[in-house]
């Protein structure tokens, strides 16, 4: 077998399950009071536009958890007594991700065991990183994975806002001969979304399972897995739009809360905006769970479809990630396996059947994807949120769900601050490339 590139000279320790300890399984009071915890943070962090981030790289590095569950589920090592703790123990790249990720500090418990020895100074520093390990990577890791997001996406999106706009815009200064820009440039964004949503739950499994930004944009091997996974891709599509109904709920209903409840017209500012700041915390407990639980579906779909084409030998071994790799030579699922051969009216028959499968999910596809559009499109008109309502979807892009109007508090009170964590952390690593070239230089 031959070695991706990266891997030449690099010999990898595949350990028996006989030379790894297991740690104990935590008492299952424990783990419900983590996953509770887990949940809430979830729930508190989709309250701001930087915790959203966070959201976002933390589901990621369990996309990726969850894709290499699935390899060991159907791996010969797992019948010969490799347990899935004991495979995670193997490697380093795996280790982090024997449970679900923290939201704070590392995963690996064996690095943060300082902790409940002695503190120092000395140790407390090795410790301090630790502290906050998870936090820097779910940061690190939402942010590669939301920009990747929006090139795709925000152009159909930013479609839509214009054409909102021009559309209202329009019927107030009665501009006839204008009349049509505002519904074709709706209609281009639909089909850009439309078509960037074919092509982007399974570049984000991608990216999740590599751990490497860049392979989002494999454009090739992308889409030859969603060619392989055609009406999984239109169940994933089907389970997106349903998950939107609730959330068009929950997005119209603040503009009745008047009706409902009259004392709420005479009400204070400050009284309204609790109100409206604990409601978007309740229906966190449905936008959360739904924006993970559609992208672990996703990574299911993406490691099924990698696995069945790697060995089918669709994709090469030096066309996956150096973790992807890694993951699968020490399972040992790397064999080609080809295909019987079969009759040639057998093999007609299925070309023909895959052509028109192919056909048919796609014209699915599409419609499914455009149901989720309208979805937007109506509860918008019938409760306007200018700008971020068509800018983000939260089962998309941030699951950031909080529309607070403007004169209950300013938008900048999200958006500036990550602005300036942002430009700050591209100044600490301009800094740091400057003071290694600095040393570089006249170390030389």
Not at 219 to 236: D, H, I, K, Q, T
Not at 417 to 428: D, T, V
Request: glycine content about 6%; some cysteine; hydrophobic content about 55%.
């Amino acid at each position: 077998m031959n070695l991706p590139e990266a891997f030449k000279g690099v010999e990898l320790a595949v350990h028996s399950p006989a030379t790894l300890a297991e740690t104990p399984r935590p008492a299952r009071w424990f783990r419900a009071l983590v996953f509770l915890w887990k949940y809430l943070g979830g729930m508190w962090l989709c309250q701001s536009l930087l915790g959203s981030v966070v959201v976002v790289g933390w589901t990621y590095r369990l996309m990726q958890r969850t894709a290499l569950e699935f390899w060991w589920k159907r791996s010969a090592a797992r019948t010969q007594g490799m347990t899935f703790d004991n495979f995670m123990l193997g490697s380093e790249r795996t280790r982090g991700l024997r449970q679900w990720p923290n939201w704070i500090v590392q995963s690996n418990r064996e690095a943060v065991r300082l902790a409940r020895e002695k503190v120092t100074w000395r140790n407390g520093v090795q410790l301090a990183p630790a502290l906050v390990h998870s936090l820097r990577l779910n940061f690190r890791t939402g942010v590669a994975a939301i920009f990747n997001t929006w090139v795709l996406t925000l152009p159909g999106c930013v479609l839509w806002l214009f054409s909102w706009y021009d559309g209202w815009n329009n019927s107030f200064n009665k501009g006839y001969e204008q009349a049509v820009v505002g519904p074709l440039t709706g209609l281009l964004g639909v089909a850009v979304f439309i078509a960037a949503m074919f092509y982007v739950p399974m570049a984000q499994a991608r990216q999740a399972s590599t751990g490497a930004w860049r392979s989002f944009y494999q454009f090739g091997l992308v889409w030859r897995l969603v060619r392989r996974r055609w009406f999984a891709s239109v169940g994933l599509g089907v389970l997106y739009a349903a998950a939107s109904l609730p959330l068009v709920v929950f997005k119209v209903l603040p503009a009745y809360f008047s009706h409902m409840k009259p004392a709420l017209s005479d009400a204070p500012a400050a009284e309204v905006l609790r109100l409206l700041n604990r409601y978007h915390f309740w229906v966190a407990l449905v936008v959360f769970p739904a924006f993970v639980i559609l992208r672990l579906v996703a990574a299911r779909i993406y490691a099924s479809a990698l696995l069945s084409a790697t060995q089918r030998g669709a994709v090469t071994e030096d066309e996956l990630g150096e973790a992807e790799w890694e993951a699968l030579h020490r399972l040992d699922l790397l064999q080609i396996k080809p295909q019987p051969v079969r009759h040639v009216f057998v093999r007609m028959v299925a070309w023909a059947g895959s052509r028109a499968g192919r056909a048919v999910a796609t014209v699915l596809l599409a419609l499914v994807w455009f149901a989720f559009v309208a979805q937007i499109y109506a509860s918008e008109f019938m409760n306007y949120h200018p700008g971020i309502g068509f800018l983000n979807q939260p089962l998309v892009q941030l699951p950031w769900f909080r529309y607070i109007p403007s004169a209950l508090e300013s938008p900048w009170v999200q958006i500036a601050p990550a602005i300036l964590l942002l430009l700050a952390i591209g100044a600490f690593r301009l800094v740091g490339r400057l003071r290694r070239a600095f040393r570089t230089r006249f170390a030389g």
